[in-house]
């Protein structure tokens, strides 16, 4: 295998053998493939594709680059959930500990912020303390005290896909659907799951913002998983908007916490409802729908999941009590905000631009292994459909600098749309894919 020769033939639209493919993911293990090689191989797979034997090839070579964890030693369903990643995304935060609560195991292994999207661990990173990297024996250590463990990829699993997303996220080759599929569920069937939900963005704010090749996307996953065993559901959900107000690191943990306290957003409660509702259905096989959605709903209400995610912070190292002060969350020196000069409808909030935003504010990583500033973002003060006066609110922008300050109070402003008329907006869950097929909602 001559690594320019496997480049060239990508570039090229042609189709690699598996051997070849096979040796080159291989030989950038090793270190016999650098970077900019990988990197040219991604750009090519960007314009190109993968077809499905190569993404099978990818598959197995992350899924085998590193172990799988075995956690049949657990006395209960282990379900996970994964998104495809939005600006705004903090469920996982609430989801969790909600499904811990309802009688599940989650061994949660998630992302540091790609592109214009926060991460997972960067939002936990927000708890004084909280160590998102432990050994597999401490996840699993907390995972059987906790009932959820919340950790990014070790070195241990699928090294190649950990590897591989980073070089994606600083080379603009991340919204490929093949790399994508492969991507997440190297991750999900390390984690000896016994089912999967999958939130699958749709929208200008997702990587994949068509909604047919959301739904390749969505299938692509849930045929990956079925066909090694692992029950899986895709919902294809709105990322045409920001998912509820906050944007940026500490500001999407905080509005996490409120969300278990049963405050936030009513977009952010929905979709954590309808996914714990799915991870409860995919780990009780029988339940019906509406007795899975009425246990979600009675136990966010009775606050035992806030409990629970405080178990969480301190089985991880972080220190809970911030959960019950969430003034203490970390905050960027500079807040301005940003009011509207006219009035009317607020008819669209452009995602893209604020998560983008987030990263020039400091909030995301331009180059590998960059440190970030947690506290700055967005706060918006409007939603879709809102309608406004002349000098209200529509948000405050959260900067290091007043430089930062500026551009946000620019970017906040021309991301939305206000004018005349209704707001025409995706549905939040729009689509369930599943091994029974597509439903439309
Ligand atoms: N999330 C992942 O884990 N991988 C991707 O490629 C995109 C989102």
């Given amino acids: 295998m001559i690594p ?41 797979t960007y314009f190109r594709g993968l077809d499905a034997s190569e993404a099978e090839v990818l598959v197995r070579a992350m899924l085998g680059s590193g172990s799988v964890l075995d ?26 500990p909600l499904a811990a609560e309802l009688g599940l195991y989650v061994p949660m292994m998630s992302g540091r912020g790609l592109a214009h999207t926060t991460g997972t661990l960067d939002k936990l990173e927000a708890f004084p303390g909280f160590r ?3 050994t597999l024996d401490e996840f699993e250590d907390v995972l059987g005290r906790v009932g959820c463990a919340m950790m990014g990829q070790t070195s241990e699993i699928a090294p190649l896909d950990r590897r591989l997303y980073a070089l994606r996220d600083v080379t603009a080759t991340v919204p490929v659907i093949s790399l994508i599929a492969a991507s997440i569920m190297s991750k999900k069937l390390s984690e000896d799951l016994t089912g999967l939900v999958l939130d699958v963005k749709v929208g200008s704010g997702a990587f994949i913002p068509e909604e047919a090749r959301a739904l390749s996307l969505a299938s692509a996953m849930v045929g990956i998983g079925e066909a090694r065993g692992l029950p899986t559901v895709a919902l294809l959900t709105a990322m045409d908007r920001p998912l509820g107000r906050a944007v940026g690191n500490a500001l999407e943990t905080a509005e996490a916490v409120a969300c278990l ?26 339940l019906g729908e509406a007795e899975a959605r009425g246990r979600a709903e009675a136990t966010l209400a009775s606050g035992r999941a806030l409990e629970r995610l405080a178990r969480l912070v301190e089985a991880q190292g972080g220190d809970p009590s911030i959960i019950d002060e969430p003034h203490r969350f970390a905050t960027a020196p500079e807040r301005s905000m940003v009011v509207a000069l006219e009035a009317g409808t607020v008819l669209g909030i452009d995602p893209l631009p604020l998560g ?20 700055v973002g967005f706060e918006l003060a409007v939603a879709p459909g809102d309608c406004v006066e002349k000098g209200d609110p529509l948000g ?46």
């Fill in 356 to 375: 983008q935003a987030v990263v020039t504010l400091g909030g995301g990583r331009r180059r590998l292994g960059e440190s970030i500033h947690l506290g």
């Fill in 261 to 286: 306290r049963s405050e936030g957003p009513a977009d952010l409660r929905e979709l954590v409802l309808a996914e714990a509702s799915e991870m409860l259905q995919a780990g009780f096989p029988g």
């Fill in 132 to 134: 998102v990297e432990l």
């Fill in 396 to 441: 405050t922008v959260h900067a290091l600098d007043g430089a930062g300050a500026a551009m946000g109070e620019a970017v906040l402003r021309s991301a939305i749309r206000i004018g005349d008329g209704v707001a025409d907006l995706r549905p939040l869950v729009s689509h369930r894919v599943s091994a029974a097929g597509v439903i439309r909602y």
């Fill in 4 to 44: 320019s020769r496997v480049i060239e033939t990508k570039r090229d639209g042609g189709v690699l053998g598996r051997g070849d493919l096979q040796s080159f993911l291989d030989g950038y293990l090793q270190g016999a493939v650098p970077d900019y090689q990988m990197a040219a191989f991604l750009m090519a």
């Fill in 71 to 96: 956690l049949s030693w657990l006395d209960g369903p282990r379900v996970d959930k994964h998104s495809t990643g939005g600006v705004g995304d903090k469920v996982s935060l609430a989801l969790a």
